[in-house]
Structures are given as C-alpha cells and as structure tokens.
C-alpha cells in the first residue's frame, strides 16, 4: 500500500513538475561585425512558488528520451532566443568618428530572467516568471 502510494506521487510530480531556469544573452557588434556573444541557461537552485506563471512561446518537442531539459533547451537555443526578444531587453550605440574612419558599436542585452518548461505531448511550452 505505502509502495503504491509512493509511485502514486512520483508519478504525479513528474507529470505536473515544470523544471525552472535562467536565461540571459548580450551580443556586441563593432561595424556590423561581431565582436562577442554571451548565451547562459542555467538550472534555478530554488523554486519559488510565489511567482506568477506568464505564457512565453511553444518549441516543438524534439527531446529524445534520455535527453535532460538543459540539453534541450541548448539545442533549441536559437527559437528560444527568439522567444524572449520582446522581453526585458537593453540595446546601447556607440558611435566615435575617427581620423581613420568611424567606430559604430552596438550592444543587445537580454537581462537575466527566470522561466520553466513544460514537456507536453508535441511540445515544450516556456513560461517566465514574474
């Protein structure tokens, strides 16, 4: 009965658990060239429960079976990136004339944010929290 009971729980934990992360990127150009690029996902240490669930995007779900969440959010990380484009997001332009020529430098900053996946039937839905 306790050993029902027990897989009774895990299964639902894993079926409602959403797994949580931080994501931030910063890109900087010099004459539309790029000069840098920083791309972090990383696992959250602490769940909050206090924190409001936002819809974000769909990915489609293209996790193998033995693949963790992090692995797959590295391999879909450029339709994630796209996801969070309209998010909190900093650009700076920098312009210097020189007697060479001119210095144009931009930067795009994607500030830290916290989000969670969810793994459905066909995909991976991003929710950020608030």
């Known amino acids: 009965m306790a050993r029902n009971l ?25 004459n ?4 840098s690029e920083e791309r972090n996902i990383s696992p959250a240490m602490m769940q909050q429960n206090s924190l409001k669930q936002y819809y974000l995007c769909k990915i489609p ?9 992090l692995d797959f959010l590295n391999n ?10 309209p998010e909190k997001s900093r650009i700076a332009f920098y312009s210097q004339i020189q007697t060479q020529g001119m ?3 931009n930067e795009l ?9 969810d793994f459905k039937d066909e995909f991976a839905i991003i929710n950020t929290l608030k």
Do not use: G
């Open 76 to 85: 879909t990380y450029e339709t994630l990136l796209e996801c969070f484009y």
């Open 103 to 105: 210095l144009e430098e």
């Open 61 to 69: 779900n293209t996790k193998k079976p033995l693949q963790t969440s």
């Open 109 to 117: 900053t994607i500030l830290p944010q916290r989000f969670t996946v």
């Open 6 to 30: 027990c897989l009774l729980v895990c299964a639902a934990t894993a079926t409602l658990a959403s797994e949580s992360f931080w994501f931030s990127y910063q890109i900087t150009t010099t």
């Open 32 to 35: 539309q060239i790029m000069t």
